[in-house]
Nanobody, 123 residues
Framework: QVQLVESGGGLVQAGGSLRLSCAAS????????MGWYRQAPGKQRELVAR???????NYADSVKGRFTISRDNAKNTVYLQMNSLKPEDTDVYYC?????????????????WGQGTQVTVSS
């Protein structure tokens, strides 16, 4: 079994900052890309940022220059530093990771998701 546990969401005023964390645990052999997505009610889940195991990143245009994704491979953890937050950043944020499980080692990476954490930015 694999779990992704997110933390760090909450309520913040516009212009403020939050840092999200997501730790993967369980029967893990390796992790490739990790990322953050967000979803508002009635809308499709959209990519916010992702990072490969080698550290390459890409961001949604709407968050470039304000959000920074990073990861600690030793801890199987991905972070999202969110600065200069805007009311339109209000959403549920989901962690995602491509994971090969252990015992036996799986041949392919499968997508795993966290439970989501609410980010609310007040104007």
């Amino acid at each position: 079994q694999v779990q992704l546990v997110e933390s760090g969401g909450g309520l913040v005023q516009a212009g403020g900052s939050l840092r999200l964390s997501c730790a993967a645990s369980g029967n893990i052999f390796s992790i490739n890309t990790m990322g953050w997505y967000r979803q508002a009610p009635g809308k499709q889940r959209e990519l916010v940022a992702r990072i490969t195991s080698g550290g390459s990143t890409n961001y949604a245009d709407s968050v470039k220059g304000r959000f920074t994704i990073s990861r600690d491979n030793a801890k199987n953890t991905v972070y999202l530093q969110m600065n200069s937050l805007k009311p339109e950043d209000t959403d549920v944020y989901y962690c995602n990771a491509g994971i090969r499980t252990n015992r036996p080692v799986s041949a392919m990476y499968a997508d795993y998701w966290g439970q989501g954490t609410q980010v609310t930015v007040s104007s």
